[in-house]
């Protein structure tokens, strides 16, 4: 395989290539030791879809033809944006993978093993109450090889999910209004400083 830098993007969706996401992330990052995963996304909405596992189908091989030395994975939850899926059908999607990860589903790693023996399984969402939980998961089992908790550090996006309020107004929850711009959920804030116990 040359080097991934070499390589051209060659599948396109509606008229625009991937090289917006694979190929230059890839042109950029391909070489760096610190890229140990490709993610084809987190909780896609139309994860176990036909028109989901067909795009699915087309990032993963594209991935593997500019760099076929790493893992790829997709970041797969639960249901709740689906009301009536089951968690069975995953099936389709972590069949696609390399590695499987699960945001928040820990409780399916022993019986997903069950069902598919050779599935390599991380955590790539959890909830740090449950970080001893996870971590015990990790040790005891083989098959699932890590665990990242959401979220150690503040992010751009998802603004204002972690926001509290001394007063006992009723407000809407969720994502927040301008002026907001980061998450508020981390224990390190979006400048590197340790934001004071809640």
């Known amino acids: 395989m040359g080097s991934i830098q070499d390589?051209?993007?060659?599948?396109?969706?509606?008229?625009?290539?991937?090289?917006?996401?694979?190929?230059?992330?890839?042109?950029?990052l391909g070489n760096h030791p610190?890229?140990?995963?490709?993610?084809?996304?987190?909780?896609?909405?139309?994860?176990?879809?036909?028109?989901?596992?067909?795009?699915?189908?087309?990032l993963i091989g594209e991935i593997k033809r500019l760099d076929d030395t790493r893992p790829v994975t997709n970041a797969l939850c639960s249901f709740y944006d689906h009301p009536g899926y089951k968690w069975d059908a995953t099936a389709s999607a972590f069949a696609l993978l390399d590695v499987g990860s699960y945001n928040y589903m820990?409780?399916?790693?022993?019986?997903d093993h069950v069902k598919h023996p050779?599935?390599?399984m991380m955590g790539t969402e959890s909830y740090p109450k449950d970080i001893l939980i996870n971590w015990n998961l990790v040790e005891k089992h083989a098959y699932v090889i890590g665990d990242f908790v959401w979220t150690g550090m503040d992010h751009l996006g998802e603004t204002g999910v972690?926001?509290?309020?001394?007063?006992?107004?009723?407000?809407?929850?969720?994502?927040?209004?301008?002026?907001?711009?980061?998450?508020?959920?981390?224990?390190?804030?979006?400048?590197?400083?340790?934001k004071p116990l809640k």
Request: proline letters at 3%; charged letters at 25%; a positive charge.
């Open 162 to 194: 972690g926001f509290s309020r001394i007063d006992s107004r009723q407000r809407r929850g969720g994502l927040q209004p301008f002026p907001w711009f980061v998450s508020w959920v981390g224990d390190i804030d979006i400048t590197g400083g340790k």
């Open 106 to 111: 820990m409780k399916e790693y022993e019986s």
């Open 7 to 28: 390589k051209k993007p060659t599948v396109c969706f509606d008229g625009v290539y991937m090289n917006s996401d694979v190929w230059i992330n890839g042109h950029h």
């Open 118 to 120: 050779d599935r390599i």
């Open 34 to 58: 610190s890229v140990v995963f490709w993610s084809t996304g987190n909780e896609v909405n139309e994860r176990v879809d036909s028109s989901g596992l067909a795009v699915a189908k087309k």
